[in-house]
């Protein structure tokens, strides 16, 4: 079995309870600029904090990569919040999720990882599940905007997580590569509001989801960058972007999103892909 991939099954739960936080509050109509930038107010300090008592906190000129992945995550999961105002999570979750794709193909153009026969059974079983599990007969198509939206934050994240990767490459430690992202995604995310809306929502009653996802964000991101120290990016970053598997189960429990055959055999094939990914 590819080694992390333990850590990265782990990961993936978190992402998937993560994409549900999201769902939630934009059910609830939180506005998706404020709830990203209260996110970051617990996500930044927590992951620094843990980095530091960790000892594992040491910024050199490699951490640099995280925060570029800073600058691209803020770009993913705002455009994926916004675009859940209007969309199902059954449906742009795994659109979402896809990016490991992109992260994959370059994975094995920039950084020489090996493409095996699994790796590729794995992908096309992938794009099978996703296609199972949008493409429903005589379903209303998505919304144009959600899925403009949706589609811009899984390139975004793609490159986040080859950021990371080139990082821990050469020599940044986990904690610290999550923890430059964090700061960036953080600063950026407050000034953009601060311009916008000239104050800053302390008291808003959003906390009650941004504070649960910034959590479980932490937990997946430290957790993948440990797998990624261990196994190849090509093999970690799409196993814990399956998430989506998880997430459409779950959507379907609690928000009564539908789950017919189509999507029950999409669900299949994507675990199908996970198995092959983790022979690698």
Known sequence: MTPGIGLALCAMLCFGIGDLIYKRAAASGAEPARFIMLQAWVYCPAITLYAYLSGTLHVHASALWGAFAGLFSLTAFYNFARSLQSGAVSTNAPIFRLNFILTAVLAVLVLDETLSAAKIAAL?????????????????????????????????????????????????????????????????????????????????????FSAPAAVTLVVGFVLLLHALTLGSVSVIAPVTQMSFVFTALAGAALFGEALNWRKRIGLFAAVAALALFAVG
Do not use: Y
Not at 133 to 140: D, N
Not at 167 to 173: I, Q, S, T, W, Y
């Open 124 to 208: 096309v079983f992938t794009l099978a599940a996703v296609w199972l599990l949008l493409a429903e007969p005589h379903a209303a198509r998505p919304e144009f905007r959600s899925l403009a939206r949706v589609l811009i934050a899984t390139i975004a994240l793609g490159l986040a997580n080859l950021f990371l990767k080139v990082g821990v490459r050469a020599g940044a430690l986990p904690e610290t590569m999550v923890a430059a992202q964090a700061w960036v995604f953080c600063s950026t995310a407050t000034v953009l509001i601060l311009w916008r809306d000239r104050s800053l929502p302390v008291t808003s009653p959003i906390w009650r």
